[in-house]
């Protein structure tokens, strides 16, 4: 149980185009979901709280017009990153906190490796 | 604000050896404390974790982890390393938010 899927897996686009990433939760429900972003042979930073049916809450230094995130289920949250960049270009990765859970334990996606040319 | 680290960036041991991985953490309250490892291009896999109760957490893969208050640790141990356990740790803390330690790679020598 608590199995944590993003798509794609990876992508290549552009710069100047947006890209979006999925993040669902297959056997549960979350309210609340995370997405960390990581640098090569760095750790993982997180960059926003995603609840289900609310808005964002995005950490210090983070764009929030440029990383537009949707919590529109209980299941699925949604990553778009507007206007990419190459400095855009990272490893992605969500984790969702299952709904009613006592130990704020969270489970982690595989990530999204996404690349600007 | 709560902080974690993990002092060594590289660590090297030989297969069968016994091994120690060490976390450091900062936080106000009593800690939730997790430890994760991550294979090249993969997400986070849960070792074990530490929320209340007995200091010594055992864990997934052989993998176990004592809390110690008295020295805000909570180091990773294992006594006999395989091959396959090469990959990338983290330690974290946090309730509800995570803070991670930048990571300790492991790398096995047969």
């Known amino acids: 149980g608590a199995v944590v899927s993003q798509h794609p897996s990876r992508v290549i686009c552009k710069s100047g185009t947006s890209v979006k990433i999925e993040c669902r939760s297959l056997?549960?429900?979350?309210?609340?979901m995370f997405w960390y972003r990581q640098f090569p042979k760095q750790s993982l930073m997180l960059m926003a709280t995603s609840n289900e049916g609310s808005k964002a809450t995005y950490e210090q230094g983070v764009e929030k017009d440029k990383f537009l995130i949707n919590h529109a289920s209980l299941t699925l949250s949604t990553l778009t990153v507007t206007s990419a960049h190459p400095e855009d270009s990272s490893f992605y990765i969500c984790?969702?906190?299952?709904?009613?859970?006592?130990?704020?334990?969270?489970?982690f996606g595989p990530g999204t490796r996404l690349t600007v040319l | 604000a709560q902080s974690v680290t993990q002092p060594d960036i590289h660590i090297t041991v030989s297969e069968g050896a016994s091994l120690e991985l060490r976390c450091n953490y900062s936080y106000g309250a009593t800690p939730y404390l997790f430890w994760y490892v991550q294979s090249p291009g993969q997400g986070l896999q849960l070792l074990l974790k530490?929320?209340?109760?007995?200091?010594l957490v055992q864990g997934i893969k052989g993998f176990e982890a004592e809390f110690k208050r008295s020295q805000s640790s909570f180091n990773l141990r294992k006594p006999s390393v395989h091959w396959s356990d090469a990959a990338e740790y983290f330690c974290a803390v946090g309730n509800y938010k995570l803070t991670f330690g930048k990571g300790t790679l492991l790398t096995v020598n047969p």
């Open positions: 056997d549960f429900q979350a309210t609340t």
């Open positions: 530490y929320f209340s109760g007995d200091t």
């Open positions: 984790s969702a906190l299952p709904r009613g859970s006592s130990y704020n334990e969270q489970f």
